[in-house]
C-alpha cells in the first residue's frame, strides 16, 4: 500500500484554516471565557486589569467652613507645628506617607527645613531616591512582581507599617495614575500597575483593610466589583461589611481609621452608587452608633480617650493613658466628622471642645514631641484644615502671602540639629 504525501503547500493551508477557525472562535469567547481559555494554557489565573477611567484620584470634599471650629490664626499655628520637617537621612515611609496626605504632591514651603510634596513623593515611588535615603543594605521599599509592584509593608526600617498606606496615602495625596514608578529592577510602570496589582492581591481576611476600601474608593468607582488573583470577587458592599466586622475598638488608632473609610465609602455612594441600600443603611446606623458613642466618651477637658467605644464608661472612669493616645482618637474622629452629614455629629459644643483641646495641645507641643509622633499630629491639621472647607497646602499657601516666612534663632538651631538620629520613631502604638 502506497503512503500518500502531503504537500507543503497543502499543510500550510490547512495550518492557516485551522488558526483562522481558532482566531474566530477565540473572538466570540465572553470575557470570562477568553481568562479561563488563558489559564488554562498558561498554567495560571489571569487577571486582566480594572479599567480605571481617570488620571487623577476622586477628592473627598469637606462639607464645612466654620471659623468657631478653628480660626485663620489657629490653623496657621497647627500647621506651622507639622510642616514635613524631616531629615532627608532615612526617612520613615510612614511619616513621608502621612505627610503627603496632609500637605499633597503638590506642596512647596519658604521654610528651607521642609521637604517638598514632590520631594515626598519621590522617595517612595523611586528606589533611587529612597537609597539615598536609606542604604544599598536595607530592603527596598517597592517589590518587583511579574504583572506589576508591590509595597514592602513591615515595621523593619525603611518599610511601610501598614497594608496599601502607601497606596492610598498618595491617593490622597492627588498622584497621577500615570505617574512612573521606578523599582529596583523595573523601570515601565505606573502608579496603575500599583493599583491594579493591589486589587489582585487584596484579600478580604486582611488585618487592615482601612486603607485598600479607601484607595480603591478614590480610584475605581463607577467599577464596582473586580476579580482578585485566586478568583474571588470583590465589591464594594463586601470591603464595606469588612469594615464593619468586629467591636469598634479594633483596628489601627482605636478604631477610628475604620470609621473614617466607611464615611469615605458612603460620600463615594451618594455620587457613584457603589453600595447596596441594604449595606448603605447598615454602615450608616453603625456611624451613628460611633457618634453617639463619642458623644457619652468625650472627657471634660474636650478630647476622646483611646477607648472611645466604651460611651459613658470611657468618661466616667478615665483612662491613665499616654496623651498622644487622645490626640490619635481626636485627631481622627475631628477628621471623619469634617467629612460626615450633621445627623452623624455629635452636638455642635462637643465638636468645639474637641478642636479647642486639639489646638492647645498642639500648639503647646514642642516641635521635637511633634517630630516624634508626626503621623499623629497630622491628622490634627488635616481635620482643622477640612473644618475650614480647605486642603492644608492651599492654606498654607494663602497664609504665606500676607505672613512672610521669617526664619528665628530657634529654626537656625534646629536645623542644625537635623541629622539621622534626629528623625521621627514611631511611638508605641498601632499607628
Known amino acids: 500500500m502506497k503512503t500518500r504525501r502531503i504537500s507543503l503547500r497543502t499543510f500550510v493551508a490547512v495550518q492557516l484554516l485551522v488558526t483562522a477557525a481558532f482566531a474566530v472562535s477565540y473572538a466570540g469567547l465572553s470575557h470570562e471565557s477568553e481568562e479561563r481559555l488563558q489559564a488554562a494554557l498558561t498554567g495560571h489565573e489571569v487577571v486582566s486589569n480594572i479599567p480605571v477611567e481617570r488620571v487623577k484620584p476622586l477628592c473627598i470634599d469637606p462639607l464645612y467652613d466654620d471659623p468657631e471650629v478653628v480660626s485663620d490664626e489657629q490653623l496657621a499655628a497647627v500647621l506651622e507645628k507639622i510642616l514635613p520637617r524631616f531629615s532627608p537621612k ?18 512647596t514651603f519658604d521654610d528651607p527645613r521642609a521637604i517638598s510634596g514632590i520631594a515626598l513623593r519621590d522617595v517612595l515611588i523611586d528606589h533611587g531616591h529612597f537609597l539615598q535615603s536609606w542604604n544599598e543594605e536595607t530592603v527596598p521599599l517597592l517589590v518587583d512582581r511579574p504583572e506589576g509592584i508591590s509595597i514592602r ?13 502607601w497606596l492610598a496615602s498618595l491617593t490622597e495625596a492627588g498622584i497621577s495614575r500615570d505617574e512612573p514608578v521606578f523599582a529596583p529592577a523595573r523601570r515601565d510602570m505606573t502608579i496603575n500597575d500599583v493599583l491594579q496589582e493591589a486589587a489582585r492581591d487584596f484579600r478580604l481576611d486582611e488585618r487592615e483593610t482601612e486603607w485598600s476600601a479607601m484607595a480603591f474608593g478614590l480610584w475605581l468607582p463607577p467599577v464596582k466589583t473586580w476579580r482578585t488573583a485566586d478568583g474571588r470577587q470583590i465589591s464594594f458592599d463586601l470591603l464595606a461589611q469588612r469594615l464593619l466586622r468586629g467591636h469598634k475598638r479594633f483596628g489601627v ?31 450608616y446606623a453603625h456611624l451613628e452608633s460611633v457618634r453617639d458613642a463619642i458623644v457619652a466618651s468625650q472627657l471634660e477637658d474636650g478630647s476622646w480617650p483611646s477607648n472611645w467605644p466604651s460611651g459613658a464608661d470611657a468618661a466616667a472612669n478615665p483612662l491613665d493613658e499616654a496623651v498622644y493616645k487622645k490626640v490619635i482618637a481626636t485627631g481622627h474622629h475631628l477628621e471623619w466628622l469634617a467629612i460626615a452629614p450633621k445627623e452623624l455629629h455629635p452636638p455642635h459644643e462637643q465638636i468645639l471642645k474637641a478642636a479647642d483641646w486639639a489646638i492647645n495641645h498642639t500648639v503647646e507641643r514642642p516641635e ?9 499630629y497630622s491628622h490634627v491639621g488635616k481635620a482643622l484644615a477640612l473644618w475650614r472647607g480647605t486642603q492644608p497646602a492651599h492654606f ?17 538651631a534646629e536645623a542644625g540639629r537635623s541629622t539621622g538620629s534626629d528623625l521621627p520613631t514611631d511611638s508605641p502604638s498601632n499607628h
Open 153 to 165: 509593608y513591615d515595621r523593619t526600617s525603611g518599610g511601610s507599617v501598614h497594608h496599601d498606606h
Open 90 to 107: 532615612e526617612l520613615k515611609p510612614n511619616f513621608v506617607e502621612h505627610a503627603l496626605r496632609t500637605w499633597g504632591v503638590e506642596a
Open 396 to 412: 498654607w499657601r494663602e497664609w504665606r502671602k500676607a505672613h512672610p516666612y521669617e526664619p528665628t534663632k530657634t529654626d537656625a
Open 368 to 376: 521635637s514631641g511633634i517630630r516624634k509622633q508626626y503621623t499623629f
Open 253 to 283: 488608632c482605636s478604631g477610628t481609621h475604620r470609621v473614617y473609610s466607611m464615611m469615605v465609602l458612603l460620600r463615594l455612594d451618594d455620587d457613584f452608587d457603589i453600595l447596596s441600600d441594604a449595606t448603605y443603611d447598615t454602615v
